[in-house]
């Protein structure tokens, strides 16, 4: 990234109702686009946004969430993940293989977006009419 584009802008992440919130600060450690079936049926969406935060970037969080872990199978790890509990948004999770960072819906963060994702992760799920950048790194 060129001097001029960088950005040290915090961000903010919301579920749909507005209740709960995370604020970050800079840009993530790791943003990835994620096309495994179980981002799919967490997001209702043809992929998931999972944006990766040191977790010391969280300057504000609010609001009440409930919780479920989750093994992911494909990936070996546990997933502690954080939904709204009026509105049932999944905001942000915990993975136990990075123990130093969370997990945040990239699609949530919506008046200043993330750029562009850097990773394609289980690029083998990816459905076929979804078109990425041949600049993004893959991973099967
Ligand atoms: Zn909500
Ligand atoms: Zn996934």
């Known amino acids: ?13 919301e579920c749909c109702c507005g209740q709960l919130s995370v604020e970050v600060y800079g840009e993530p ?9 179980d981002c799919k049926k967490r997001t209702g969406s043809a992929f998931g946004i999972s944006s990766y935060f040191k977790k010391d970037a969280v300057i504000a969080q609010s609001g ?31 993975v136990s293989s990075f123990p130093d960072l969370v997990g945040i819906a990239g699609g949530c ?3 200043d977006s993330l750029g562009e994702p850097t990773y394609s992760i289980s690029h083998g799920g990816k459905l076929p009419w979804v078109r990425i950048s041949e600049d993004i790194e893959t991973n099967a």
């Open 64 to 94: 009440k969430t409930d919780q479920y872990s989750f093994y992911h199978k494909e990936k070996n790890h546990e997933q502690i993940r954080h939904f709204c509990s009026s509105c049932g948004t999944t905001l942000y999770w915990y």
């Open 1 to 13: 990234m060129h001097k001029s584009e960088e950005r040290t802008l915090n961000r903010k992440a």
């Open 29 to 37: 450690y790791l943003h990835s686009i994620c096309h495994c079936s």
């Open 109 to 111: 963060f919506i008046e």
